[in-house]
């Protein structure tokens, strides 16, 4: 399987938000979710002085550009590069081109690998979120979402749920 890599997208100004929600609902309603992994509008935090009062606020670090952590391929070029507001990814012609590990630890953005503790069949409590207290038995683990899936019981039957990693801690 190809590795995951990130790559920058073109919006219109202003429409990055809306890029990354749409995006987002097209992985969830196509089940993209192993193939896209990631969309992200970067943001800094500025301290701005109006009126005579700082103001600390969130501006885009990049207007106009959404970066996205994904494995190329045509079906996920094809959601991607016709999504409303995308105006191409960056790279020529219609070739994109990955940012470098380099360019992603630049911009503050590369996860570091983290060593998880547990595997697949150890029971685990959540620890914070929505399912804050359940305890679980570990179904799947996705080392690329940083995320793992466990069975909860929720109305009486077993339902499987996706937690991140900082969510829970091994019995």
């Given at each position: 399987m190809a590795e995951a890599k990130w790559y920058v997208v073109h919006t219109?100004?202003?429409?990055?938000n809306k890029?990354?929600?749409?995006?987002?609902?097209?992985?969830e309603n196509r089940h993209l979710e192993d193939e896209i992994l990631e969309v992200r509008v970067p943001m800094q935090e500025v301290v701005e002085l109006k009126n005579g009062v700082q103001k600390a606020s969130q501006k885009k670090m990049f207007p106009g550009y959404v970066l996205i952590h994904m494995i190329m391929n045509d079906d996920t070029w094809y959601v991607v590069r016709n999504t409303r507001g995308v105006t191409g990814f960056v790279g020529p012609g219609s070739k994109p081109v990955p940012l470098t590990d380099e360019e992603m630890t630049l911009l503050g953005i590369q996860k570091e690998d983290i060593v998880v503790d547990f595997e697949e069949g150890d029971t685990v409590t959540v620890?914070?979120?929505?399912?804050?207290?359940?305890?679980?038995?570990?179904?799947?683990?996705?080392?690329?979402?940083?995320?793992?899936?466990?069975?909860v019981d929720l109305f009486g039957r077993e339902t499987p749920v996706?937690?991140?990693f900082a969510e829970v801690k091994k019995m």
């Open positions: 219109y100004s202003g429409y990055e890029v990354k929600a749409n995006i987002d609902k097209t992985i620890t914070g979120g929505a399912w804050e207290g359940t305890v679980g038995m570990i179904q799947t683990i996705n080392m690329a979402k940083q995320s793992l899936t466990i069975n996706e937690i991140s």
